[in-house]
């Protein structure tokens, strides 16, 4: 419903849930005998939920037919939402990119009553519009500093379940999801499964920069830690780089395969740089990782231990 106080200058709008009608009052009557009446009512509006275009993706997810790479994310997705989260779950972290909305569609498929006592905490503005517009319960990290699960994807993941994040310039806020759980979970596609960090992702680590450091920090990478062709990453779709959701800069840092094989130490050596805001390299973080693969089977990668143990999920 829409409330409308009508002067002789102008309308004033006060707009409330109820979309099936709408009240006029004469501003100029008292409030006791205003002259009121209902347009539309017999005729009640359905509200239309307003599509979020993310990458190829409109939320709500459309009802077409997915291509193989589209097919194994939410074979990840499903699968990683029916293990790890159960109906004990109050407050659980939603990540971002790809294949996050197929995680928002499992949760929603576990039903309305299940979920209504349950906050989900975004990483971001895709996240935060995946939930509202779910009609989920939407909270902060303010508020609920511990999380149940956290559930995320990731660029790459190593055979140790360190990842690559930051593809969509949303690591800091993920990473802080990812500590305050905890059960931390990455869900991918096969491309993402690699032996090392780097091989299939090629642009590099993104660093994410205070926007007055950022010409130090890309000299300090490319002529003191070993990547000559760190760059700031630019946008696509304004003129200038890409801001963060924090209002900062982004820098992609590719290193050699050898410093790599140890993301740890370049994390930390990173770290240490003035003006650093937070890496997207999430080492030591991951309980298991799901990859989705093109026959159908779904590739679980999980700590048992100090150990990563593999297994297969085959289609059923």
Do not use: W
């Amino acid at each position: 419903m829409s409330l409308y106080l009508c002067n002789p200058h102008k309308y004033l709008c006060y707009p409330s849930r109820a979309p099936s009608f709408r009240i006029f009052i004469d501003h100029h009557r008292p409030f006791s005998s205003a002259k009121t009446h209902l347009a539309s009512a017999q005729t009640p509006i359905t509200p239309v939920p307003r599509p979020v275009t993310m990458s190829s993706l409109t939320v709500p997810i459309a009802t077409t037919t997915l291509s193989a790479i589209e097919q194994s994310k939410r074979l990840a997705a499903y699968t990683a939402v029916d293990k790890h989260i159960l109906p004990e779950h109050k407050v659980i972290g939603i990540g971002s990119g790809s294949t996050v909305p197929y995680v928002v569609e499992r949760i929603v498929a576990q039903g309305r009553e299940l979920n209504k006592d349950r906050v989900f905490i975004p990483t971001g503005f895709q996240s935060k519009e995946l939930i509202v517009m779910s009609n989920l319960n939407l909270g902060d990290v303010d508020q609920f500093p511990t999380i149940d699960v956290t559930i995320d994807g990731a660029d790459e993941v190593d055979l140790d379940l360190n990842c690559i994040k930051g593809g969509g310039a949303c690591h800091l806020r993920e990473k802080v999801l990812a500590e305050a759980a905890n059960t931390f979970i990455v869900v991918a596609d096969y491309r993402k499964n690699a032996e090392y960090l780097g091989t299939n992702f090629t642009p590099g680590v993104p660093v994410e920069v205070v926007p007055f450091a950022y010409a130090q920090v890309l000299r300090k990478l490319r002529d003191v830690l070993g990547s000559p062709n760190a760059t700031l990453r630019m946008a696509k779709a304004k003129a200038g780089p890409v801001v963060t959701d924090n209002s900062n800069f982004v820098i992609d840092a590719p290193f050699s395969r050898e410093i790599m094989k140890d993301p740890s130490t370049i994390l930390a050596k990173i770290k240490m740089l003035t003006g650093v805001v937070e890496v997207g390299l999430f080492c030591d973080m991951a309980q298991a990782a799901y990859f989705g693969n093109e026959d159908g089977s779904v590739t679980v990668k999980r700590k048992v231990e100090s150990k990563v143990v593999e297994e297969s999920i085959l289609p059923s």
